[in-house]
T-cell receptor
Framework: GEDVEQSLFLSVREGDSSVINCTYT??????LYWYKQEPGAGLQLLTY?????DMKQDQRLTVLLNKKDKHLSLRIADTQTGDSAIYFC???????????FGSGTRLSIRP | GAGVSQTPSNKVTEKGKYVELRCDPI?????LYWYRQSLGQGPEFLIY????????DSGLPNDRFFAVRPEGSVSTLKIQRTERGDSAVYLC?????????????FGPGTRLTVT
């Protein structure tokens, strides 16, 4: 079945770039997402990319998609303390209703 | 504009009791979804409504779980004979529906604790 895998933790120094990686198994994934969840808060849709794209940039965020390897990454430039959160990678098939989420990567920022 | 709202934000109930969780989607969104997020995990799909009808309920874990959306707006997730394993955050999401249903916007969730 469909599966989304990502590492559990990432620690970066404030001001550095953060790169969060994700792999997925569903070759028919049409949409790939990054959601952000802060403590006690809901899920915020950060960005998404269509499967026919290989890169999307939005201010400090860069999403890279390697469809052949089923690998998705999120790069956050100039990481700030406000970026501390859990980041969820997710995918969706165009014919499906549900989004499949990974278990989340907890990003912590050190001074 | 207003986002997805869910009530209550927290619910504590005893094992065996019945609970109802409410979701108010973004105005104009015809598609509504329920997900469940256990501690340390990502959200898992439960059910999807397009309008008033449940178009996909494949994620409901068993027949103790039921959801309705009688007027195509507000939805209620109902759990009968609650068990400790039902403790989780229940998330609701909505989207415009149709070809735009890839953009799902989530509410803050209801944290359910079954004691």
């Amino acid at each position: 079945g469909e599966d989304v895998e990502q590492s559990l933790f990432l620690s970066v120094r404030e001001g550095d770039s953060s790169v969060i990686n994700c792999t997925y198994t569903d070759s028919s994934s049409t949409y790939l997402y990054w959601y952000k969840q802060e403590p006690g808060a809901g899920l915020q849709l950060l960005t998404y990319i269509f499967s026919n794209m290989d890169m999307k940039q939005d201010q400090r965020l860069t999403v890279l998609l390697n469809k052949k390897d089923k690998h998705l990454s999120l790069r956050i430039a100039d990481t700030q303390t406000g970026d501390s959160a859990i980041y969820f990678c997710a995918e969706k098939d165009s014919s499906a209703s549900k989004i499949i989420f990974g278990s989340g990567t907890r990003l912590s920022i050190r001074p | 504009g207003a986002g997805v709202s869910q009530t209550p934000s927290n619910k504590v109930t005893e094992k065996g009791k019945y609970v109802e969780l409410r979701c108010d989607p973004i105005s104009g969104h015809t598609a509504l979804y329920w997900y469940r997020q256990s501690l340390g995990q990502g959200p898992e799909f439960l059910i999807y409504f397009q309008g008033t009808g449940a178009a996909d309920d494949s994620g409901l874990p068993n027949d103790r779980f039921f959801a309705v959306r009688p007027e195509g707006s507000v939805s209620t997730l109902k759990i009968q004979r609650t068990e400790r394993g039902d403790s989780a955050v229940y998330l609701c999401a909505s989207s415009l529906g149709g070809t735009a249903n890839y953009e799902q916007y989530f509410g803050p969730g209801t944290r359910l604790t079954v004691t």
